[in-house]
């Protein structure tokens, strides 16, 4: 049994009066990939922002290997571990692909730099021809590449995806499909927020299904393709 790399637990979150996450409780194992899965609005960005320190929190705990990071500023959140990578993408526009990836760079925990411009040049061969054009003039999914370059550059012990595959088109869903896939393969902690069951199915472990604020099914991803009640009421499938 892999240990517990990121415990997310009771967590109260709230945008001005209203409140958006309710009592919200996750686990992910080491080299786990963990589907946070609803529909749009039902809380999974929120879970990440909190999770990522971009967002406040008002009750809870999230503990990173072990150590408390709720509260603490993202920046710091950010070198602790955690690399995040937001559903609206946050590219510099005005800076090369580069340059974008170069000013990501920093050593993980315990000095861990395994994550080279090369390596993710290698990984994300999509990028190589580009790496001269500015962030601005990319497609969406070329953006959706460089900010997962960008965050690998970080050398995070957990990779936070929200919404990869939201806007893109088919070929390039299959594309990144195929680089989580990739990442998982290597050994890589990932939780991804999604509203495509059927994108996950091929790339979770576990999956968390989230509805107006509340985790409403922790599972196998297989028994929650098996459960139709469950995807029927919570899930567009």
Known sequence: MHEEVLQVQGLD???????????????????ETLALLGRNGAGKSTTMKAIAG?????????????Q?????????IAR????FV???RQI?????????????IKRGQDGADAWSIERVYDMLPLLAPLKNRLGGQLSGGEQQMLTVGRALMGNPNVLLLDEPSEGLAPIMVQKIGDLIDALRKMGTTIVL????????????????????GVDVFV????????????????LSV
Do not use: W
């Not at 408390?68 to 710091?76: C, E, T, V």
């Not at 526009?93 to 170069?102: F, I, K």
């Not at 927020?193 to 107006?212: M, P, S, T």
């Not at 599972?219 to 919570?234: D, F, H, S, V, W």
């Open 13 to 31: 979150v709230f945008y001005g009066t209203s409140q958006v996450l309710f009592n919200m409780s996750l686990s992910v194992r080491k080299g």
């Open 68 to 76: 408390p990071i709720l509260g603490k500023a993202s920046h710091l």
């Open 193 to 212: 927020a999604e509203q495509n069951l059927h994108f996950c199915l091929g790339l979770a472990d576990r999956a968390v299904v989230i509805d107006k």
């Open 92 to 104: 510099f526009s005005d800076l090369t692909v580069e340059d974008n990836l170069e000013i990501a």
């Open 219 to 234: 599972g196998t991803i297989r028994e929650l393709n098996a459960n139709e009640g469950i995807k029927q009421r919570y």
């Open 86 to 88: 937001p559903e609206d």
């Open 80 to 83: 602790a571990g955690i690399g």
């Open 54 to 66: 971009v967002i406040p929190a008002r009750k809870g705990e999230v503990r990173l290997a072990g």
